[in-house]
């Protein structure tokens, strides 16, 4: 199975656009020189990539390699609205990094990851002292909102894991995670000792156990908050934290922006 393992790269961007397509919108057939990121948040179309065709809804993430050949197109009836962005990806050595993402993902119309397209197509446009800089951080934070939103999904976790027993042990937790999970509970439902137990999930998964819970809860919290109809200490109750401050601090180190900033506007 594909190990899940820290990536560790330094984009740099050489273009980025907000496309409100028209009607008759087309995309050239090109070849692709960097990495491209289409993020299409409105709408639906189609892309050809690499002889492959792809059909373009809402939510849709779109990777294109360097080199890849790529065209596209709008439905007429029902424009796209796409967030993309352009970048050379290399590790801190200088060599050609590849991006463990599919050509096509759906990961959904999220409120956090549109604010930081806007961000990154602000600061590319106003181009203020220092910019690059932030260009550079922002779109670190796109890359790994995306990773997490790829990668980090239960269900792909579950279907690529070789063990049964570590299986076992991440659907106990997705259905659980609202209780308190105890090294014990998973200790005999998995007939391993806790400290193997642990180097094995960390083995097959890429993260630790306790990671996983907190990454588990954070993001069914997330999800609960974009319905936008219930209060904040409800929801952080219904995920397993009594301590509102603790859930506060979590939800911001895992999904890089505090908690009322991913409520849906009235």
């Given at each position: 199975?594909?190990?899940?393992?820290?990536?560790?790269?330094?984009?740099?961007?050489?273009?980025?656009?907000?496309?409100?397509?028209t009607?008759?919108w087309?995309?050239?057939?090109?070849?692709m020189?960097?990495?491209?990121l289409?993020?299409?948040?409105e709408?639906s179309?189609?892309?050809?990539i690499?002889?492959i065709?792809?059909?373009a809804?809402?939510?849709d993430?779109f990777?294109?390699p360097p080199?890849?050949?790529?065209?596209?197109?709008?439905?007429p009836d029902k424009?796209?609205?796409?967030?993309?962005?352009?970048f050379?990806l290399?590790?801190?050595?200088?060599e050609?990094?590849n991006?463990?993402?599919?050509?096509?993902?759906?990961?959904?119309?999220?409120?956090d990851?549109?604010q930081?397209?806007n961000?990154?197509?602000t600061a590319?446009?106003?181009?203020?002292?220092?910019?690059?800089?932030k260009?550079?951080?922002i779109l670190?934070?796109?890359?790994?909102?995306?990773y997490e939103?790829?990668?980090?999904?239960?269900e792909?976790l579950?279907?690529?894991?070789?063990d049964?027993?570590?299986?076992?042990?991440?659907?106990?937790?997705?259905?659980?995670?609202?209780?308190k999970?105890?090294?014990?509970?998973?200790t005999a439902?998995?007939?391993l000792?806790?400290?193997?137990?642990n180097?094995?999930f960390?083995?097959?998964?890429?993260?630790?156990?306790?990671?996983?819970i907190?990454?588990?809860?954070?993001h069914?919290a997330?999800n609960?908050?974009?319905?936008?109809?219930q209060?904040?200490?409800?929801?952080?109750?219904?995920c397993?934290?009594?301590?509102?401050?603790?859930?506060?601090?979590?939800?911001?180190?895992?999904?890089?922006?505090?908690?009322?900033r991913?409520?849906?506007?009235?």
């Open positions: 199975m594909p190990e899940h393992n820290e990536v560790s790269f330094a984009p740099h961007t050489t273009y980025t656009v907000f496309r409100k397509c009607r008759d087309t995309l050239p057939r090109f070849v020189p960097n990495y491209d289409s993020y299409v948040i709408g179309g189609y892309y050809k690499n002889g065709n792809y059909k809804e809402a939510g993430l990777c294109s080199g890849s050949i790529r065209e596209g197109r709008t439905s424009l796209m609205k796409i967030y993309a962005v352009d050379h290399k590790d801190f050595n200088g050609a990094v991006l463990p993402i599919s050509v096509k993902t759906h990961i959904g119309v999220h409120k990851l549109i930081l397209f961000d990154l197509i590319w446009t106003e181009k203020s002292s220092g910019y690059t800089i260009i550079h951080g670190l934070l796109i890359l790994h909102r995306i939103l790829c990668v980090f999904n239960s792909n579950v279907n690529s894991i070789d049964y027993r570590i299986a076992r042990v991440i659907r106990y937790i997705d259905a659980n995670y609202a209780q999970i105890t090294v014990e509970k998973l439902l998995t007939k000792e806790p400290h193997y137990l180097t094995l960390r083995q097959k998964t890429g993260v630790s156990l306790h990671q996983y907190i990454k588990t809860r954070i069914n997330y609960m908050l974009q319905t936008g109809n209060r904040l200490g409800d929801i952080a109750s219904q397993g934290y009594t301590d509102i401050y603790h859930f506060y601090k979590q939800f911001k180190k895992v999904i890089g922006i505090p908690p009322a991913c409520v849906p506007s009235a």
